[in-house]
């Protein structure tokens, strides 16, 4: 890499050093040097600052078959902590994280369908409050993801639709009751996040879908993600269907939780699963024919080379994905583009925001992606 200024570089690559550490159980100064390509000199003053902070320690000397044995350098995971908060539409989770994305401590509590503010943020506070008690090391933030459109200095909640919040500077209200930095992302920016950080996504070209209690994407492009406010859910895919926005005939009128829940009693898509009865079977091949759909024209306008699927209603049984996928090759000009869905489960949402926590307050992760990037 190359640096107008002495000191940004060394910020720089003491991050490379930190990140490669993140992704390895060790490795010895030469190591270091030869996968970073940077000097000898330049890695050993890194390292020996690393140390001297109590970001890393010296794990003993490795074994060889010839010459001096290198002394291992490993991350210490505990050095520092952080936390994450999927604020969901029927469940909020909370969970404590080291440095290496272990969750160490979590919670779950019940989210009301309309919460009020002072209710709902009480509980967070309180659990984060428990969580940082009980922390043997400093906490350096805390991510709170979920559904809304989000300020560009990620501190105020401008809008969140399906419980009337406007306006709400969510970040402060958090931050002035624990005493800890406070980030606020879009829950499907965290998704993302997740696919790219925990599970390794190399795709740069991709369209990532919520499908869940309400259905919301994003598409990420290299190191843009087009998300917040965009209206997938909204997409109309046949002529009938009172959506809660308003409108006929809108996707989530058909493939959300919160419309297969109200044509079944209040029952969840797990126990619509476990139904035996012709009518929930129907229900759910149609919002899986009606998301094949709205997939079909979110690939043939955004030239996406990988459709991810997240949320609960991606974990439907086998059936219905494959149903979705079938309907989606037949209509669909662009029939190659694999769709899967993640691996991550329901802590999906959550683990993107200890991501993100983690990509803020310690290793900036993003920002050697982005400058790499400009480089190329």
């Known amino acids: 890499?190359?640096?107008?200024?002495?000191?940004?570089?060394?910020?720089?690559?003491?991050?490379?050093?930190?990140?490669?550490?993140?992704?390895?159980?060790?490795?010895?100064?030469?190591?270091?040097?030869?996968k970073l390509r940077l000097n000898k000199p330049s890695t050993s003053e890194i390292v020996e600052q690393l140390l001297k902070d109590g970001w890393v320690i010296e794990t003993g000397k490795r074994e060889t078959t010839t010459g001096r044995r290198p002394v291992s350098i490993a991350l210490v995971a505990d050095a520092s902590l952080v936390l994450g908060v999927d604020m969901g539409s029927r469940n909020t989770s909370i969970a404590i994280s080291d440095l290496k994305?272990?969750?160490?401590?979590?919670?779950?509590?019940?989210?009301?369908?309309?919460?009020?503010?002072?209710?709902?943020?009480?509980?967070v506070i309180r659990v984060i409050r428990k969580m940082s008690k009980l922390a043997t090391s400093p906490i350096l933030g805390v991510v709170v993801a979920l559904d809304g459109v989000i300020s560009e200095d990620k501190q105020t909640l401008i809008r969140r639709d399906h419980w009337n919040w406007d306006d709400i500077p969510l970040a402060a209200i958090i931050e002035r009751n624990?005493?800890?930095?406070?980030?606020?992302?879009?829950?499907v920016e965290a998704m993302v996040f997740a696919e790219r950080w925990v599970a390794l996504e190399e795709e740069v070209n991709f369209f990532m879908v919520n499908w869940g209690e309400h259905i919301k994407s994003a598409w990420i492009y290299k190191n843009t993600?087009?998300?917040?406010?965009?209206?997938?859910?909204?997409?109309?895919?046949?002529?009938?269907?009172l959506c809660r926005c308003g409108k006929i005939g809108?996707?989530?009128?058909?493939?959300?939780?919160?419309?297969?829940?109200?044509?079944?009693e209040g029952k969840t898509v797990k126990q619509l699963c476990q139904e035996p009865n012709e009518s929930c079977k129907k229900d759910l091949r149609q919002a899986a024919e009606a998301m094949g759909m709205a997939l079909v024209a979110a690939s043939a306008i955004t030239g996406c080379n990988k459709i991810i699927l997240g949320g609960g209603l991606a974990n439907?049984?086998?059936?219905?994905?494959?149903?979705?996928?079938s309907f989606y090759r037949e209509h669909s000009n662009r029939e190659t583009i694999p769709i899967v869905c993640s691996d991550l489960g329901e802590k999906q949402t959550l683990l993107g925001s200890i991501s993100i926590a983690l990509d803020s307050w310690m290793f900036k992760s993003s920002l050697l992606e982005m400058m790499q990037e400009q480089e190329k």
């Open 1 to 34: 890499m190359k640096f107008t200024q002495p000191a940004a570089a060394r910020e720089i690559n003491r991050l490379r050093v930190l990140n490669l550490l993140a992704h390895v159980k060790e490795s010895s100064r030469s190591d270091i040097a030869r």
């Open 101 to 123: 994305g272990n969750i160490l401590r979590y919670e779950r509590f019940p989210t009301t369908a309309h919460p009020e503010v002072k209710e709902l943020c009480s509980n």
């Open 178 to 187: 624990t005493n800890l930095p406070i980030k606020l992302v879009n829950n």
């Open 225 to 241: 993600i087009t998300s917040g406010d965009t209206q997938f859910g909204h997409l109309m895919v046949r002529s009938t269907g």
């Open 250 to 264: 809108c996707l989530e009128s058909v493939a959300a939780g919160w419309a297969l829940s109200e044509r079944h």
């Open 316 to 325: 439907l049984d086998k059936e219905y994905i494959e149903y979705l996928k």
